[in-house]
T-cell receptor, first 115, second 117 residues
Framework: EAGVVQSPRYKIIEKKQPVAFWCNPI?????LYWYRQNLGQGPELLIR????????DSQLPKDRFSAERLKGVDSTLKIQPAELGDSAVYLC?????????????FGPGTRLLVL | AQSVTQLDSQVPVFEEAPVELRCNYS??????LFWYVQYPNQGLQLLLK??????LVKGINGFEAEFNKSQTSFHLRKPSVHISDTAEYFC???????????????FGKGTKLSVKP
């Protein structure tokens, strides 16, 4: 079974530029999550999708961040414009509703550096 | 609100020694508990999880953890560590009922395990 796929793995941009991250979840997983992991910290949830619906985006900074999950499969997270403080690792995870308690499986992450 | 406290930010240990990584949580409802491991420049990999039943949970790579409801703890242990166990370990909690914001993971800040020869 293929894992969660993310691209790109690394991205360096200048502040005020836009950037986008892509995630392909595990096949059959209807729930998709985007997390941000700052240096020395644990991941923090940005947004959670159930199929194509964003069911929890309370922690997403909506002035500059946006996300979409068309057709309930792949997802894209966008930042426009990027700020220095957005430098972090952006992790995508997926899960499905079953007796495993919705165990989340993580991708390798995209490491963003804003200069 | 839920929270997770990992009491040690760094744990140095010699190879083949036992190790315990501590985790305490706070929640007003029943919880699911998880330990994830993160190797350098990689995503998080599930080590083990507690959903219900036996409070002693065994995971991959020889790790185990014990759920203690009265002490709200979920400490991770391994009787003999290897160099390859050097990584960062994250404890996480989610509410025990599916739906809405329940199921979202709240992570601790992580514990860096450094195994020395």
């Amino acid at each position: 079974e293929a894992g969660v796929v993310q691209s790109p793995r690394y991205k360096i941009i200048e502040k005020k530029q836009p950037v986008a991250f892509w995630c392909n979840p595990i096949s059959g997983h209807n729930t998709l999550y985007w997390y941000r992991q700052n240096l020395g910290q644990g991941p923090e949830l940005l947004i959670r999708y159930e199929n194509e619906e964003a069911v929890d985006d309370s922690q997403l900074p909506k002035d500059r961040f946006s996300a979409e999950r068309l057709k309930g499969v792949d997802s894209t997270l966008k930042i426009q414009p990027a700020e220095l403080g957005d430098s972090a690792v952006y992790l995508c995870a997926s899960s499905r509703e079953d007796r495993s308690g919705q165990t989340q499986y993580f991708g390798p992450g995209t490491r963003l550096l804003v200069l | 609100a839920q929270s997770v406290t990992q009491l040690d930010s760094q744990v140095p240990v010699f190879e083949e020694a036992p190790v315990e990584l501590r985790c305490n949580y706070s929640s007003s409802v029943s919880v699911y508990l998880f330990w994830y491991v993160q190797y350098p420049n990689q995503g998080l990999q599930l080590l083990l999880k507690y959903l219900s039943g036996s409070t002693l949970v065994k995971g991959i790579n020889g790790f185990e953890a014990e759920f203690n409801k009265s002490q709200t703890s979920f400490h991770l242990r391994k009787p003999s560590v290897h160099i390859s166990d050097t990584a960062e370990y994250f404890c996480a909690v989610s509410e025990g009922n599916y739906g809405g914001s329940q199921g979202n993971l709240i992570f601790g800040k992580g514990t860096k395990l450094s195994v020395k020869p």
